[in-house]
Each structure stands twice: as structure tokens, then as C-alpha cells.
């Protein structure tokens, strides 16, 4: 299977403090990207990383990408509660024309 | 600039019946991409479409799905004589399309319960 795997499968913080989550992929990519779901919703787009980049910062996110080790984080940082939702890593293959996503990681923040 | 329209939000069908699931993609947008996602899963690749074309349809089912992107009108998943198994979210995407994939841009889903 192609399919990233995200870890942990379920997160739970507290507000203000920051969120880790891990993808990890098997085969080589052009670029690797993050989604966040909230409960009932489709999925929103929250930043794309090539293959030959090794960290990307948008706002209070950043990503990291490690080619090497077929890996990638995403940190949220100074978490709130509206960052509660199910985040996706989605990775588009070398020779491929779609999106894998993985099986995310259910973020919960509390006040 | 409105978003990637899906209709209908939800839908209940009783085994053996049809479910016909529609998506608008964004404007300026000639490809579609539709996903399936069970409860507390990631979402599954299905096909992917252009205009009057399906170039993957490597994650389609064999029998009883199908997929069209006609040249007017929206793209159609259809499902025939549906079955249980088949509850479950149906995502579309589009994107302007290149050489890569990049930036997909998600309708809200079509959320089928079959009786």
C-alpha cells in the first residue's frame, strides 16, 4: 500500500500548548501536503511541501519533510480550542496523478 | 468564486436502488477527483477525471460504480443496486490540473446510508 500513516491516531492537549503529528510514506513523492477535517465537513487544504524543501512555515504551522527517513511532522503551535479536527497527510506519488492520503490524526484541544 | 458544490448532502437509499452523486467543481477547474470515506477512516482514493475523460480509476470498485465527467454539467458517481457495504462519505475534488498534483480543493460530501 502506498497509503501514509499518520501517529498518533488520537491527540488531546490542552490550549496553548503545541500539537505534533507524524506521517510517515513508502515510495518517492513530489510533494507531501497536510488537510485538516472538522467533524462532518470535507477537507481543507493547510500547506503543501515539495520533495526537494525540508520545512515550511504558514502562520501557526509548520511542517517538516525528511526524504531520507520518508517522514514528515506537522506542529501546531499555541494551540486553541478551534483547532480540534482530524488532520490528513496526503502525498503525491513520483508518476502518479492523485492524492493518498493517510488515516489521520484526531486532534482534540481543550480550554 | 464559489466552492466545489456537491449534491446531495446526504442521501438514504434501500438496498438494491440507485445513488446518484453530483459535483460542480470549482470554476476555472477541468479536473475531478471523488474519494470514499468510512467512518473514522482516511479518505480512499476512486477516480479521477477531466472533461469527457477518466484517466485513473484504479480505486473504483469493478461492478456497479461508475463515473462520468461530461463536457456540460457536473461530474456524476453513480452507484447501482447498492449495497450496505457502501454507506459512506463521498468526497469530490477538482483542481486546475498540471503536471502535478497539487492543491485539491474538497466539496462538503455526500453522506450515503444505505438501509
Known amino acids: 500500500s502506498q497509503q501514509g500513516e499518520e501517529d498518533p491516531q488520537a491527540l488531546s492537549i490542552q490550549e496553548g500548548e503545541n500539537a505534533t503529528m507524524n506521517c510517515s510514506y513508502k515510495?518517492?513523492?513530489?510533494?507531501l501536503q497536510w488537510y485538516r477535517q472538522n467533524s462532518g465537513r470535507g477537507l481543507v487544504h493547510l500547506i503543501l511541501?515539495?520533495?526537494?524543501?525540508r520545512e515550511k512555515h504558514s502562520g501557526r504551522l509548520r511542517v517538516t519533510l525528511d526524504t531520507s527517513k520518508k517522514s514528515s511532522s506537522l506542529l501546531i503551535t499555541a494551540s486553541r480550542a478551534a483547532d480540534t479536527a482530524s488532520y490528513f497527510c496526503?502525498?503525491?506519488?513520483?508518476?502518479?496523478?492523485?492524492?493518498?492520503f493517510g488515516t489521520g490524526t484526531q486532534l482534540k484541544v481543550e480550554l | 468564486n464559489a466552492g466545489v458544490m456537491q449534491n446531495p448532502r446526504h442521501l438514504v437509499r434501500r438496498r438494491g436502488q440507485e445513488a446518484r452523486l453530483r459535483c460542480s467543481p470549482m470554476?476555472?477547474?477541468?479536473?475531478v477527483y471523488w474519494y470514499r470515506q468510512l467512518p473514522e477512516e482516511g479518505l480512499k482514493f476512486m477516480v479521477y477525471?477531466?472533461?469527457?475523460?477518466?484517466?485513473?480509476e484504479s480505486g473504483m470498485p469493478k461492478e456497479r460504480f461508475s463515473a462520468e465527467f461530461p463536457k456540460e454539467g457536473p461530474s456524476i458517481l453513480r452507484i447501482q443496486q447498492v449495497v450496505r457495504g457502501d454507506s459512506a462519505a463521498y468526497f469530490c475534488?477538482?483542481?486546475?490540473?498540471?503536471?502535478?498534483?497539487?492543491?485539491?480543493?474538497f466539496g462538503e460530501g455526500s453522506r450515503l446510508t444505505v438501509l
Open positions: 477525471l477531466q472533461k469527457e475523460n477518466i484517466i485513473d
Open positions: 496526503a502525498t503525491d506519488y513520483r508518476g502518479g496523478n492523485k492524492l493518498t
Open positions: 470554476k476555472g477547474h477541468s479536473h
Open positions: 515510495t518517492s513523492i513530489n510533494n
Open positions: 511541501i515539495r520533495s526537494n524543501e
Open positions: 475534488a477538482s483542481s486546475p490540473g498540471g503536471k502535478n498534483t497539487g492543491e485539491l480543493f
